[in-house]
T-cell receptor
Framework: AQSVTQPDIHITVSEGASLELRCNYS??????LFWYVQSPGQGLQLLLK??????LVQGIKGFEAEFKRSQSSFNLRKPSVHWSDAAEYFC?????????????????FGKGTHLIIQP | DAGVIQSPRHEVTEMGQEVTLRCKPI?????LFWYRQTMMRGLELLIY????????DSGMPEDRFSAKMPNASFSTLKIQPSEPRDSAVYFC??????????????FGPGTRLTVL
């Protein structure tokens, strides 16, 4: 069974400082990895995804993530955070459906990291 | 595109009552997912459908929970009878996938359920 670990429950960063959110996964095959962001009272928005190819992926809002197979990690980074980045961040792993009907299997999420931005 | 639509956005009910949550996926998507979010357990997959067929309902907590997808544009999640521990935010998501590929899941705004 697949699993995702986000070791940091809360992270506080000063506005303008760099950010790295950690994510480790467990999966038996090539993982499909995602980072989602959730603002208070809102649904989840996809920041970026990794399927294959270049291990450094770029996403929206200036975020990037690097897939490291040897470390089973997919850490999210941003060089300079803005106050509007304060939110909950979720790492997730998924897989294509094994069923002939196509489609996708459900995602397994980490517990999330709550990002606080200090002025 | 209107995105994934969920209704109601908020639901407050009393223990023992039946609750029905509704979801309209993005047109053309062939996979639909129901997730539950709580402080204690985070985001959990409850059930998902491919081409309107339930594929994996192992995440459904109890027989009190049931889900249907009568057609490609509508799904319901029903709780009967409801209990206070069912209080959570329930998300619906949809995606367009195919064998050997994986497309992102688009999430609805969620339904916040409170069972008193």
């Amino acid at each position: 069974a697949q699993s995702v670990t986000q070791p940091d429950i809360h992270i506080t960063v000063s506005e303008g400082a760099s950010l790295e959110l950690r994510c480790n996964y467990s999966y038996g095959a090539t993982p499909y990895l995602f980072w989602y962001v959730q603002s208070p009272g809102q649904g989840l928005q996809l920041l970026l995804k990794y399927f294959s190819g270049d291990t450094l992926v770029q996403g929206i809002k200036g975020f990037e993530a690097e897939f490291k197979r040897s470390q089973s990690s997919f850490n999210l980074r941003k060089p300079s955070v803005h106050w509007s980045d304060a939110a909950e961040y979720f790492c997730a792993v998924g897989a294509p459906s094994m069923y002939s009907g196509g489609g996708a299997d459900g995602l397994t999420f980490g517990k999330g990291t709550h990002l606080i931005i200090q002025p | 595109d209107a995105g994934v639509i969920q209704s109601p956005r908020h639901e407050v009910t009393e223990m023992g009552q039946e609750v029905t949550l509704r979801c309209k996926p993005i047109s053309g998507h062939n996979s639909l997912f129901w997730y539950r979010q709580t402080m204690m357990r985070g985001l959990e997959l409850l059930i998902y459908f491919n081409n309107n067929v339930p594929i994996d309902d192992s995440g459904m907590p109890e027989d009190r929970f049931s889900a249907k997808m009568p057609n490609a544009s509508f799904s319901t999640l029903k709780i009967q009878p409801s209990e206070p521990r069912d209080s959570a935010v329930y998300f619906c998501a949809s995606s367009q996938g195919s064998l050997n590929s994986y497309n992102e899941q688009f999430f609805g705004p969620g339904t916040r359920l409170t069972v008193l």
